[in-house]
T-cell receptor, first 112, second 114 residues
């Protein structure tokens, strides 16, 4: 049973560029959440997708957007990258009505 | 979500029980206590959650005080691989509500020593 997978593992971009990160949820899960983790901090909630719609959003600007596909996989897009966007981006999947969220290994984004 | 307070760091000897405390004095009646851990450079791993009764699974035990204002995560026989940051999180139920996110603090860095 495959867990949550994310791609790519690492990514280097320059300021002003755009990036797309991808997530495949754990088998049987239908809900995907995205988190940003800066160095030395706990993960911060970006948004959650269910039934291809954004269900809840954290305190992140509109430069952060997402999408969920019919197969429940998801993308996180960040436009106009800033140096402060450098972080570990984590995807978590869950099943609607269940409390546990299962995290992927993350994508390490470095903005130069 | 109610705020949680955890010590920034703890040490434990290998093979001994690790008891990680968490204070959540403002918890409300429908909020659960969750524990996750994060081993260096990996994604957080779900450990256990509970509402008011003590819970046990293959990884750990969760003891919640009767007034629900604090809890303790117990790793019964800590190993070196249990060295990680442990996060205590309080969150409302996922069913029927709108409170879906997990709010992480800085957690407790547990170091298991040989």
């Amino acid at each position: 049973d495959a867990g949550v997978t994310q791609s790519p593992t690492h990514l280097i971009k320059t300021r002003g560029q755009q990036v797309t990160l991808r997530c495949s949820p754990k088998s049987g899960h239908d809900t995907v959440s995205w988190y940003q983790q800066a160095l030395g901090q706990g993960p911060q909630f970006i948004f959650q997708y269910y039934e291809e719609e954004e269900r809840q959003r954290g305190n992140f600007p509109d430069r952060f957007s997402g999408h969920q596909f019919p197969n429940y996989s998801s993308e996180l897009n960040v436009n106009a990258l800033l140096l402060g966007d450098s972080a570990l981006y984590l995807c978590a999947s869950s099943l609607v009505g269940r409390n546990e969220q299962f995290f992927g290994p993350g994508t390490r984004l470095t903005v130069l | 979500d109610a705020k949680t307070t955890q010590p920034p760091s703890m040490d434990c000897a290998e093979g001994r029980a690790a008891n990680l405390p968490c204070n959540h004095s403002t918890i409300s009646g429908n909020e659960y206590v969750y524990w996750y851990r994060q081993i260096h450079s990996q994604g957080p791993q779900y450990i256990i959650h509970g509402l008011k009764n003590n819970e046990t699974n293959e990884m750990a035990s969760l003891i919640i005080t009767e007034d629900r204002k604090s809890s303790t995560l117990i790793l019964p026989h800590a190993t070196l691989r249990d060295t990680a940051v442990y996060y205590c999180i309080v969150r409302g139920s996922n069913s029927g509500g709108s409170n879906y996110k997990l709010t992480f603090g800085k957690g407790t860095l547990l170091t298991v020593n040989p």
